[in-house]
């Protein structure tokens, strides 16, 4: 017998990707930054960690709020500010949906909101995406509570424009809500959108631009009213003093951000070239991490297992659609000059390079939709 939920007992739980304890790899699995934070955050972290720890923090971060609605040219009361964009999430799951509500989301994307709506107990709806990873026709469903679109979407690093975006929130039934993590790496954003249409959230995290994936803060941008519900729904102290401490510091230091991003979208280019030229079929990205497809299965796994064999880590998602390809961090020019000199030897070695053909059939090329 369980003490649990049915739908708890039910759910497998959501899979990070490996974090290694011995740190002996290059890591290139889950999306960090290569780069390391402002100085000023560390700094800032410094001074934070004084006698006030023995005081709770602000619930609502204000100084965060104000800096943030700053940086993203809106006003303090359309922001909350959260543990990471996976606390927002939360929060959002459950301010909006509740047992048998529809979720809905395009397949294959962050593996977080099937997990959500499962915690809820509510009806995870994925909808395939085609196979250019464009806007799945049936994704604006009749009485959908919460529709999650990660744009640009993970493990795909593509992007739907947002004019496309703008037609989808028109239609919908409930709340759509883009998550935006990767939206610094990216040539537009949907940030304007939450002006226009009540029922959009945009998501903005510190993990992955800010680099700083190990402090947890995240941002939810949109219409005042949706902010004020959402705030019922949260622990009182989801942000601690340090983090908040560490957030207004890095928000004041755009140069750092800028300066790093500008460095990932270069060895970017780099690394989608160099992986078309091996013959793979690469995903146009738009966020700090290139998706490619091999020539089979059994070639992405044996990839991905030799690569880890050299201390190499990228991320294979064993999930229908995606179980062909790979997906590799953008980390310093560096490891991915490692990683590819890695990945030529692996494609020679043995005869590997007959059986792991990484040769598409034209028909894969012919793919992808948006212009850049
Ligand atoms: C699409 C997407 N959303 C959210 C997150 C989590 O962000 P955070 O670190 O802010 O919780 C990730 C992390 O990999 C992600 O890929």
Redesign the pocket.
């Known amino acids: 017998m369980s003490y649990f939920r049915d739908n708890i007992e039910r759910m497998a739980g959501y899979q990070p990707g490996e974090q290694p304890k011995d740190g002996k790899y290059v890591k290139l699995n889950?999306?960090e930054n290569p780069y390391p934070p402002s100085p000023k955050v560390i700094d800032a972290i410094k001074d934070a960690a004084n006698s006030n720890l023995r005081l709770y923090p602000d619930p609502l971060a204000t100084y965060v709020r104000e800096n943030a609605a700053n940086v993203f040219g809106t006003k303090p009361e359309n922001v909350l500010v959260g543990n990471?964009?996976?606390d927002l999430l939360t929060i959002i799951i459950r301010s909006f949906a509740g047992p048998g509500d529809k979720v809905v989301y395009p397949y294959p994307t962050?593996m977080l909101y099937k997990t959500l709506a499962e915690l809820q107990d509510a009806i995870a709806c994925p909808i395939d995406f085609p196979d250019d990873y464009s806007l799945p026709n049936g994704i604006s469903v009749k009485g959908a509570k919460v529709t999650f679109v990660?744009n640009p979407n993970?493990p795909s690093g593509t992007i739907i424009p947002a004019g496309e975006i703008s037609k989808l929130a028109e239609k919908m039934d409930g709340v759509l809500v883009l998550?935006e993590?990767y939206a610094d790496f990216a040539d537009s954003n949907c940030l304007t959108l939450v002006d226009k249409y009540p029922n959009i959230l945009v998501l903005r995290?510190l993990?992955k631009s800010y680099s700083l994936?190990g402090l947890?803060l995240?941002f939810c941008i949109a219409n005042e009213a949706i902010i004020q519900g959402m705030i019922k729904a949260k622990d009182s102290y989801n942000v601690d003093r340090l983090s908040m401490a560490a957030a207004i510091a890095a928000l004041d230091d755009q140069e750092t951000l800028k300066r790093n991003v500008a460095g990932i979208k270069e060895t970017r280019a780099f690394l989608s070239n160099s992986l078309s030229e091996m013959g793979f079929f690469v995903y146009p990205s738009q966020s700090n991490f290139v998706f490619f497809r091999c020539s089979s299965v059994f070639a992405a796994r044996q990839i991905m297992q030799k690569l880890k064999n050299r201390k190499i880590l990228i991320r294979y998602f064993d999930i229908p659609k995606a179980d062909d390809c790979l997906r590799v961090t953008v980390g310093t020019k560096e490891e991915i000059g490692y990683f590819l000199d890695n990945l030529r030897d692996i494609i020679k070695e043995e005869g590997l390079s007959k059986q792991v053909a990484v040769k598409r059939k034209k028909e894969a090329a012919a793919l992808y939709k948006y212009e850049h």
Do not use: E, I, L
Request: proline content about 0%; cysteine-free.
């Open positions: 889950t999306n990471g964009s996976d962050y990660a993970s998550d993590a995290t993990s994936a947890r995240g």
